[in-house]
Structure formats: C-alpha cells, structure tokens
C-alpha cells in the first residue's frame, strides 16, 4: 500500500509533535491535511509539511485524499469530531480523552458499533512505554502473584493556566485511570478522592495535590497522586505490590552525575520528553494497523471506562463520599 494519507485537525502542541513525529520518525505515511481554528498557526504547519490547509475540519474529515484522522484539537471538540470520522468510515487516532462528557463517550461506542468494526483508537500512549509493557509482562507471567495494591503518582512541574480541580483527574490522572486497568486487566468497583494539604503554589480555587483512590473488582487497592505543581519536573511513579513481591516502573536512563560536591540525576521537565519513545511506538504501530484494516490500540471502550471512572472521580471529590463506579455491559465488538 503506497502511504497513508492522514489528516490532522488540531495543531496545537501536542498536535505538531504528532505532526512532526508522523513526518520524521514513522514511515508509510505523510501528513497529507492540517485543520484548526487559529488559521495562521495551520497554515503554516501546512506550508512546512506540504500538507493541504482546510478552513472546515469537517471538510477535511470527508475528504477523499485523507485516509484517516488523526484528532488533536482541544477536548471538547473531541466527541463530534469522532463521531464526523466515524459518520465518514476513516480511521480515526483520537488524542485523549476520548471526549469530557460520559454521554459523549456512549455515543461514540454507539456509532463505532454501527460501523460494524473498530475505526478508533485512542491516545493512551503510556500502554506503549517500554517500562509499562515490562511491568505488564511480569504480572502476566506471574512473577509477583497477585497483586494486591498499586501505589503511584502523576507530578507535574507546573500547571497550564487552564487547569483546575476537575481537569487534574479528567486530564492529567485519565492516563493512570487508564494504564491501572490496562496492567491490572480488570474493571474498577468503587473510588474515592482524599484531598491533602493545599499546596501554596497552586491557585487558591484548585485542589492540588489530590489522591485518587479505585479499587477493582477483584479487591486490588489503588491509590495515585495527582500533582500538578510539583516544583522540580515531570515525575511519574508506579509499584504494584503482589503476594510474592513487587514490580515498579523505572526511571528514564539519565546520566548519574558528580560534579563540585554534589551528587544527582537529570529529571524529565515534561510530558512530551518522558514519553518520546511511546508517542513513537504508538503512532508507528497506529499506522501500520490501519494500513492491514484492524487496529488493535486502546478502544472507543476502552476511553469511554476511563471517562466514566474519572467522572465518578470527580463526583467523588465534590461529594467527599466514596462511589460505585457503574459499568454496562460490554460490547460484542470491544470483546
């Protein structure tokens, strides 16, 4: 198959690297259309990449030189513009979260189901981390037995100005929701947000840090720190403690230093540097399923779980109670 035309709507940071890694790093494919409502911005992505500017994103969704999608606009536009990919029949990579609302997320299930095949898949790029994927290959074979507790944490250096007490579980912890399900190989049960003490650099109105707690159908105990501002880096943890021991996710390779008396070890200031490689894995292998008609990547389903344990969350946080977390029953075609 010659290479596969993608188009991207959104061309914001993480869309540009998608853009960049799509056109530098992953072969069998070119970016072939860039959308996005700063048009200045487009344009000159599209100018760069020799790729075809679309004032309509729904335009370039339909159009018959793209061959699939790649969706990186801000989050509240996910939803339609899946369910524009899906009314089109193209593959669609749509960056998390899948959508904000939980309605959002069933609509889109209920329209991928009416397609009769998996279009979609969705950004959870920590599944792809070699780390992640060692972890999950140990609790697999057995290793450690079985795993009753995880304990880890999301530091980030500092928030974005858009970011709130909402959005550090919808946002930032939707990655962890998302990658203790994926380890663990379960469905949660019930959950709960512990608020600490408020951390002084943080807005006065945001709740930073706060610890989400889920538990699995099984009983394994979870508990995730979500911190926004750390102060020192990007810093993301992860120990699953079994019956016969434990496993925890490593740190990147840095170069162990000592220099004039002091003793120390870079640490990754963001997101887009910790999680280089994976974003690389994702995309790469993204593209090549797409070019064999079936991809294999975290599902429409797979986005909707981690949008509704994150909206009962959140639910949580406000209520100050512990929640059931209610799942439906799956779909013939996420089995």
């Avoid at 339909?62 to 513009?81: C, E, N, Q, W």
């Avoid at 780390?131 to 999950?136: A, I, T, W």
């Avoid at 406000?318 to 439906?328: A, F, M, N, T, Y």
């Amino acid at each position: 198959m010659e290479n596969l035309k993608i188009g991207v709507v959104g061309t914001g940071a993480i869309g540009r690297e998608h853009i960049r890694r799509l056109s530098e790093k992953v072969s069998g494919c070119r970016i072939a259309a860039v959308s996005d409502i700063n048009e200045t911005a487009a344009g000159e992505v599209a100018e760069k990449y020799g790729a075809e500017f679309y004032k309509d994103s729904n335009e370039l969704i339909r159009s018959k030189d793209v061959d699939a999608i790649v969706i990186t606009a801000g989050d509240p536009a996910h939803a339609s513009l899946c369910i524009a990919g899906l009314h089109a029949g193209k593959f669609i990579f749509c960056e998390k979260p899948l959508a904000t609302e939980v309605p959002e997320c069933e609509k889109i299930v209920q329209e991928e189901q009416k397609c009769g095949k998996r279009l979609l898949q969705v950004g959870f790029m920590r599944r792809y981390d070699p780390g992640y994927v060692e972890m999950k290959r140990l609790i697999r074979n057995g290793s450690i037995g079985t795993p009753l507790m995880v304990h880890a944490c999301h530091r980030n250096m500092t928030h974005a100005p858009s970011m709130n007490s909402d959005l550090s579980i919808r946002n930032s912890g939707i990655h962890e929701i998302d990658i203790m399900r994926w380890l663990l190989e379960e469905d949660y049960d019930s959950c709960d947000v512990i608020i600490p003490k408020h951390n002084s650099h943080a807005d006065p109105d945001m709740q930073d840090p706060q610890i989400m707690r889920l538990r699995t159908k099984s009983g394994v105990e979870i508990d995730v720190e979500i911190a926004q501002n750390s102060g020192y880096g990007y810093d993301i943890q992860c120990e699953v403690v079994g019956e016969l021991g434990t496993i925890k996710l490593p740190d990147p390779a840095k170069v162990d230093k000592k220099i004039k008396g002091v003793h120390f070890v870079d640490v990754n200031p963001d997101w887009e540097s910790r999680f280089s490689e994976a974003y690389e894995i994702e995309l790469a292998k993204w593209v090549d399923e797409v070019k064999t008609g079936k991809v294999t990547g975290p599902s429409a389903w797979d986005g909707y779980m981690a949008c509704l344990a994150a909206d009962t969350l959140s639910r949580s946080r406000v209520d100050g109670e512990r929640k059931k977390i209610i799942i439906p029953e799956k779909p013939a075609l996420y089995i």
